[in-house]
């Protein structure tokens, strides 16, 4: 199945540590038989409102495809992470 997945991580990373993490958030996905078909990096963007004391952080966006169980055990994973603040998986269109 087809899904997105928005990461926000911590605004007190730096540019290579940022990318370490969603490197790691990357071969989670592709460790469990998943395929990361587009990758955008929003940079570090303002916050709507506070979050953690955090008035910005770091955005990117996965679309990736993987089967449903093993989404979860991503997931799962993701909450691991401590420098990832919040993220969003949606279904994507298609299969």
Do not use: H
């Not at 926000?8 to 990318?19: A, F, G, V």
């Not at 071969?27 to 929003?42: A, F, R, T």
């Not at 603040?85 to 299969?95: A, D, P, Q």
Request: hydrophobic share 35%.
């Amino acid at each position: 199945m087809k899904y997105e997945v928005v990461l926000m991580t911590k605004p007190s990373l730096t540019e290579e540590q940022n990318k370490k993490v969603l490197d790691s958030v990357k071969d989670l996905i592709k460790s469990s038989d998943g395929k990361i078909e587009k990758e955008d990096l929003w940079g570090k963007r303002k916050l709507a409102y506070e979050i953690k004391g955090m008035q910005e952080c770091y955005y990117a966006s996965f679309d990736f495809t993987l089967t449903p169980t093993s989404l979860k055990k991503v997931t799962s994973k993701f909450n691991l992470l401590p420098e990832v603040v919040r993220y969003l998986v949606i279904k994507g269109e298609g299969k």
